[in-house]
């Protein structure tokens, strides 16, 4: 159970394009999603927190018209990097939580964005 | 913000040894502390989940000890096997609920 599926894995696109990651919770509701980055060989940085229905709260440095959030149901949330370049190039994680905030997250595999 | 710090960065050991590793972070305001479980292409894994002072975990041959006054857990894994090769994370939460990582212990198991 538990299970959170994150599309797609992988993107390479060019400079100027905005890309959207896709964050589904397949067999629970998800009350709380995350948005994290990682560079590399840095720890999990949270960007955002998302509650369904309602705006998401962004991390100090994080430019909210870059980075849109979207949680428009209990079971999906999405990330768009608009007007992509190459320093937001990244992987990029969601995870989900459902209850209150002692819960443990549920992950998806991860987004590979690299921007050309 | 919070300051996490976990160590080693990594460790090899033998299969059959057991291990342990460090989280630590600042005692103050202390919420609750989370470890994951993170394989190569793979999502990370929660394994633990914990909240008091004192408070000892256990799943299988994995536990974790959490120390809240001193800002510490400790995760221990008896008898490594090649399949808990992975990076452990640990999150801890103050009081304004947002889990921070640490950049984890990559672990790697010889058969």
Not at chain 1, 23 to 36: E, N
């Amino acid at each position: 159970g538990a299970v959170v599926s994150q599309h797609p894995s992988w993107v390479i696109c060019k400079s100027g394009t905005s890309v959207k990651i896709e964050c589904r919770s397949l067999d629970f509701q998800a009350t709380t999603m995350f948005w994290y980055r990682q560079f590399p060989k840095q720890s999990l940085m949270l960007m955002a927190t998302s509650n369904e229905g309602s705006k998401a709260t962004y991390e100090q440095g994080v430019e909210k018209d870059k980075f849109l959030i979207n949680h428009a149901s209990l079971t999906l949330s999405t990330l768009t990097v608009t007007s992509a370049h190459p320093e937001d190039s990244s992987f990029y994680i969601c995870s989900a939580r459902t209850g209150g905030e002692h819960q443990p997250q549920h992950f998806g595999d991860g987004t590979r964005l690299s921007i050309l | 913000i919070l300051n996490v710090e976990q160590s080693p960065q990594s460790l090899h050991v033998q299969e059959g040894d057991s291990t342990n590793f460090t989280c630590s972070f600042p005692s103050s305001n202390f919420y609750a502390l989370h470890w994951y479980r993170w394989e190569t292409a793979k999502s990370p894994e929660a394994l633990f989940v914990m909240t008091l002072n004192g408070d000892e975990k256990k799943k299988g041959r994995i536990s974790a000890t959490l120390n809240t006054k001193e800002g510490y857990s400790y995760l221990y894994i008896k008898g490594s096997q090649p399949e808990d090769s992975a990076t452990y994370l640990c999150a801890p939460s103050n009081g304004t609920y947002k889990y921070i990582f640490g950049t984890g212990t990559r672990l790697k198991v010889l058969a």
